[in-house]
């Protein structure tokens, strides 16, 4: 059997675009896996989504590249090619390769699902998006005093939201990974539960779209203020002339 999750008895899933992968990307999954205890990040360039038909700027091959540079030498962060493009060309959707990552943990391994606010934002027009947290509970990266009842309204429908209180085997970190994390228990339908797990405080202001803005109106710029890439993936960037 393929090994898909990287090894390690907790792994977070982390897809997207990667168009391309920046800074904020990795400060987020550096505190979700410092706040979850996690073994294993899985960072996951998507080959086709379903809500972006018009697919991304930078073709696989360079995204999967640039997300390799951008990682490397972080402990216990990984690239994965589960959602690479298909032969068939055909959309990746999440909730497939939620269970295909989860038949391959260990039988007492937790499978997570790492994801930006905005990603949140979006969940309930996603395919499926109303079983994704019961496949693989939710870790979001919530923008600075996000207010607790937009991510409410953004549920998709039928699901319910509430705070839920450490419980005797609590599946947290301890208190000195240095990062807050507030626990949360989503309700569904046929009386499913699911944790849900909101990083309340990261200050990651970037997004790709903006990066690339960037590069284009400014080819001859550092990004280094605010600094939005890493060295290694800037390098990258103009060595392939990308998005100019």
Do not use: C
């Not at 990266?141 to 009842?149: C, E, H, N, T, V």
């Amino acid at each position: 059997m393929q090994q898909l999750t990287g090894g390690g008895r907790r792994v977070a899933f982390f897809g997207g675009s990667f168009d391309p992968p920046h800074l904020g990307h990795l400060e987020v999954a550096r505190a979700a896996r410092a706040a979850l205890a996690l073994d294993t990040v899985l960072f996951a360039p998507v080959g086709a989504q379903p809500l972006k038909p018009e697919g991304s700027t930078a073709s696989f091959q360079d995204r999967l590249a640039m997300t390799r540079l951008a990682i490397a030498g972080d402990a216990g962060f990984v690239v994965s090619l589960i959602d690479a493009p298909k032969p068939s060309m055909a959309p990746n959707f999440t909730i497939d390769t939620l269970f295909q990552l989860r038949d391959e943990l260990p039988t007492d391994g937790m499978l997570f699902f790492l994801m930006g606010a905005d990603s949140f934002f979006g969940l309930r027009h996603w395919h499926r998006g109303t079983e994704i947290p019961f496949v693989a509970p939710l870790i979001v990266a919530s923008r600075p005093s996000q207010p607790l009842d937009d991510l409410r309204a953004a549920l998709p429908q039928g699901l319910t939201m509430e705070f839920a209180l450490p419980s005797g085997n609590s599946d947290l970190a301890s208190s000195g990974s240095g990062f807050e994390v507030r626990r949360y228990l989503l309700r569904g339908p046929a009386a499913a539960t699911a944790p849900l797990y909101l990083l309340p405080e990261l200050h990651v202001e970037i997004s790709a779209s903006q990066v690339r803005e960037q590069i284009q109106n400014e080819p001859d710029s550092s990004l280094a203020e605010p600094q939005l890439l890493s060295p290694a993936v800037l390098g990258y960037v103009r060595s392939r002339g990308l998005y100019r």
